[in-house]
């Protein structure tokens, strides 16, 4: 019995394994047919993907270039500042702002700032002469990477971003800043005082500044020409001898501030004072206020730099061995300052292509203003007429 029992399992067995086989043997065929099927969803996955994904990073990028209802105004993409949105998205913004500036800083959180607006972003305009100066100036080539470009509109930010490193959108909801702004005009006045308020914001965030109006050219380092004890020092039309005469006409397109409640404290008096003088440009006020005691109790060191350093059409610095910066100011019109300015460009080259003895000599000197001259007597006399009226 035992014997048969064997018997009849094993052939059990047998019977099953046929079983098995049988149907591993007409499953075989199916097998290479399922993998085939996988390896072409697996493909068609990767190819989605891979389509998907740029499509989103464009669709960030020219909801941000042209605008959109839709849009999020805290997305990484849109590294903008505007001064008319709510807490939450201005704190959104705000770090993009120091993103960008502590990329650029200098080790002691010194930056050079700079405004462009689609008018002087155009190829072959002011943008373009500014940077040139710094690229053939005396040791300023190196300064270029502590520069970020404030871009007023959407424009100059994307052509920042195809000639330089550390660009930031400062963009206004309702206010269009990219056409030429003439001097004095609404469109000019919004401007400027923008420009005052926003530099406020970077001094509270802990950043000391060079702010240059992008007119004017880097031809040395200025740095060893500066104030060391100053807060706030300025450049100036006209300079009268003393860098501590308040008679001294100051230009607002070149000045190196020094972060701390002092300078603060200033920025703040001199963007409300935009109320007390309705209707006067930055520069006209704060040659107003700068006789006011409310400087004297803050403790503000304020400085008038020599335009023997930091001269512009306005007072020419006369020394080329001696110049940091020239200001095309004292001037009216894109084409008339384009003009110049490109002159003055020539000037310098020709002045670094002379030996050193004939450096010395002082035999090279500007051919400019020129087209801006007639501008220049007429800035003089209003400049002068301010100077008078905030002295009553």
């Not at 099927?37 to 989103?56: E, S």
Request: glycine content about 6%; charged content about 20%.
């Amino acid at each position: 019995m035992k014997r048969t029992g064997r018997v009849v399992i094993r052939r059990q067995s047998t019977t099953m394994m046929k079983k098995i086989r049988s149907v591993a043997g007409d499953n075989a065929g199916m097998l290479p047919e399922f993998g085939l099927l996988l390896r072409r969803i697996l493909k068609l996955a990767l190819f989605l993907v891979a389509v998907a994904l740029p499509c989103l990073v464009f669709y960030n990028y020219f909801q941000f270039l042209f605008g959109s209802s839709y849009s999020d105004p805290s997305s990484t993409f849109n590294y903008v500042f505007s001064f008319d949105t709510n807490d939450s998205s201005s704190d959104s913004e705000e770090f993009g702002l120091e993103r960008v500036l502590q990329e650029a800083a200098m080790e002691d959180r010194t930056i050079i700032l700079t405004t462009l607006n689609e008018a002087w972003a155009a190829p072959d305009s002011v943008i373009d002469l500014f940077l040139e100066s710094f690229r053939i100036g005396d040791r300023t080539r190196r300064l270029l990477n502590y520069l970020v470009i404030i871009a007023l509109d959407q424009k100059a930010y994307t052509r920042c971003l195809a000639l330089h490193t550390h660009c930031f959108a400062l963009i206004t909801e309702g206010v269009d800043f990219s056409g030429e702004a003439y001097f004095m005009t609404t469109d000019y006045l919004k401007m400027m005082w923008r420009r005052i308020d926003f530099l406020r914001s970077v001094l509270e965030m802990g950043y000391n500044f060079i702010f240059t109006d992008a007119d004017i050219m880097w031809f040395r380092d200025p740095f060893p020409r500066f104030y060391l004890e100053a807060d706030f020092q300025i450049a100036c039309d006209h300079f009268f001898g003393s860098s501590y005469d308040v008679q001294n006409i100051p230009n607002g397109g070149f000045n190196y501030v020094k972060s701390n409640n002092r300078s603060i404290e200033f920025y703040k008096f001199w963007y409300s004072s935009r109320e007390t003088f309705p209707g006067y440009h930055d520069q006209d006020v704060l040659n107003m206020i700068k006789y006011d005691p409310f400087i004297t109790e803050i403790g503000l060191k304020m400085r008038f730099l020599n335009t023997a350093y930091f001269g512009g059409f306005c007072e020419p610095s006369k020394d080329l061995n001696q110049v940091c910066t020239m200001h095309a100011n004292c001037c009216i019109g894109l084409d008339s300052k384009l003009h110049d300015l490109r002159i003055m460009i020539d000037d310098w080259k020709f002045f670094l292509s002379l030996p050193p003895s004939m450096k010395r000599s002082r035999v090279a000197s500007w051919r400019v203003p020129q087209n801006c001259r007639i501008a220049g007597a007429i800035h003089a006399y209003e400049g002068a007429w301010i100077n008078v009226f905030s002295i009553q």
